[in-house]
């Protein structure tokens, strides 16, 4: 982008405007409510600075090239479903389970970073079974959708399909669940649609703890799937992750 140019990008609820002036890059961004917000990606560019500017990052350099990434949430997700889901004993199935993405700016080469922004805000919230043993989250919702037809295809939200086995002689309350984002990757599908990997949940006695594997390959969901973010934070060889389950009544 030269200096004095701009770019327009709508992507879900996000408005994103930035431009290149002099020694700088300026930024504007604004949300608007999701259930109105188009499920496709817009991008334009304009021959003019932005009328509006929230933040500027003044860079020396020759910093002409703007590079946009999409990542995945910086913290665990703590999804909840919008009904009451239960599965009952014996029983597995697959949950689809969609959280809103991030977009990294950089500009120059080797690229300097200017932020990262969600494309929507999101709340903070405690999980864990104590305010002493637990983490800090971002909450969501679900409609937990379990029939891959159901899918909405939308360009700023990634589906991560959850596979939970119920072994234990009691249902399982799928009340929340906290989910380990940023230790997946993400993958872009030919027709626009966003994945990570499956995450695999076996419950195996009444306890309140489960196990919670990483798929190491990408998923099976869609076609023609390209690696656009590799994740945050490793999970070790194994694919494990030790996570609170969905019994914790009385987590935030």
Known sequence: MAVGHGLELDLG????????????????????AEDVAPN?????????????????????????????????????IVIRPRQPV????????TLYLSTPIWI?????????????????PL????????????????AGRTQARHHIDELPRRAHRAITPLHIQNKAQSPLSLEKFSLPVPMLSLYGA??????????????????????????????N????????AKPRHEAGRSGLVR????????SA
């Open 40 to 76: 496709r990606a817009r991008i334009k560019g304009r021959r003019s600075l932005p009328p509006d500017c929230k933040e500027r990052y003044v860079i020396g350099d020759d910093a002409s090239l703007l590079n946009l990434m999409p990542l995945l949430a910086d913290r665990n």
């Open 221 to 228: 969901y869609a076609d023609g799937l390209e690696l656009l």
């Open 190 to 219: 030919t027709d626009g649609s966003l994945w990570t990997q499956r995450l695999n949940l076996t419950r195996e006695d009444q306890s309140d703890l489960a196990a919670v594997r990483i798929d190491r390959h990408p998923p």
């Open 123 to 138: 709340s903070d919230t405690w999980f864990g079974p104590s305010t002493r043993e637990g983490e800090l989250c971002y």
């Open 243 to 250: 996570a609170f389950s969905l019994l914790f009544g009385n």
């Open 13 to 32: 609820p996000l408005r994103l405007r930035l431009g290149h002036g002099t020694d700088e890059w300026r930024i504007h961004y604004e949300s608007i």
């Open 104 to 120: 990294r700016l950089e500009v120059g080469k080797p690229g300097n970073l200017l932020r990262e922004l969600p494309v929507m």
């Open 86 to 93: 239960f599965l009952l004993s014996g029983q597995q199935v």
